[in-house]
């Protein structure tokens, strides 16, 4: 029972470089979210897909971009990376039936990305 | 702009004694409201679920209720124990909205001491 995974658990990586987070569900829900979770702000919603090759922004999707070609993963790309991108993110998926709406997200354990 | 306010910022009480969290809210109308516990480290993970004509729900020693007239919320934690130390975050779906809708509260953070 892997449930939601994300990878890697914590990066370092410098202005200006390509940098993926990579998350994995093994429930097949169709709901898939990412959020950051900043001091002093509530989790934000950075993108969301209801399914695969279905996207959609949040509140703050700039220099963030995703990808779901299976229902099972769904990918972050930090293009290239600044300093306010330093922050923890967490991936969360939810089921079918009711939609996001009515349904509990399940959260990923977070990647803890530092930017220099 | 829809608002979840969450109080107290951080709370510190013994083990064993009871305790409560509020959330207030300005979305309206709303779909549902929930409570998660969020530990060091971890991802949030669900303690309750309630929709806009459900006055309390309860998961175990977690008790939530909601007062949609006064558009507030809490989280009553009766004989705290060491494992209760995290975060707690309130979030409110509005109604027929889309997931960029949910909003989160920054939640209280407690600590349980011996």
């Known amino acids: 029972d892997a449930g939601i995974t994300q990878s890697p658990r914590y990066k370092i990586t410098e202005t200006g470089r390509q940098v993926t987070l990579m998350c994995h569900q093994t429930?097949?829900?169709?709901?898939m979210f990412w959020y950051r979770q900043d001091l002093g702000h509530g989790l934000r919603l950075i993108y969301y897909s209801a399914a695969a090759d279905i996207t959609d922004k949040g509140e703050v999707p700039d220099g963030y971009v995703v990808s779901r070609s299976k229902t099972e993963n769904f990918p972050l790309t930090l293009e290239s990376a600044t300093r306010s991108q330093t922050s923890v993110y967490f991936c969360?998926?939810?089921?079918?039936?009711?939609?996001?709406?009515?349904?509990?997200?399940?959260f990923g354990p977070g990647t803890r990305l530092t930017v220099l | 702009k829809n608002q979840v306010e969450q109080s107290p910022q951080s709370l510190i009480i013994l083990e064993g004694k009871n305790c409560t969290l509020q959330c207030n809210y300005t979305v309206s109308p709303f779909s549902n409201l929930r409570w998660y516990k969020q530990d060091t480290g971890r991802g949030p993970v669900s303690l309750t679920i309630?929709?806009?004509?459900?006055n309390t729900k309860s998961n175990g020693r977690y008790t939530a209720t909601l007062d949609a007239d006064t558009k507030q919320s809490s989280l009553h934690i009766t004989a705290s124990q060491l494992s209760d130390s995290a975060s707690y975050i309130c979030v409110v779906t509005p109604r027929k909205s889309t997931a960029s809708k949910l909003t989160f509260g920054t939640g209280t953070r407690l600590q349980v001491t011996l």
């Open positions: 429930w097949s829900h169709s709901y």
């Open positions: 309630m929709t806009f004509s459900e």
């Open positions: 969360a998926s939810s089921q079918t039936t009711g939609g996001f709406l009515t349904d509990t997200q399940y």
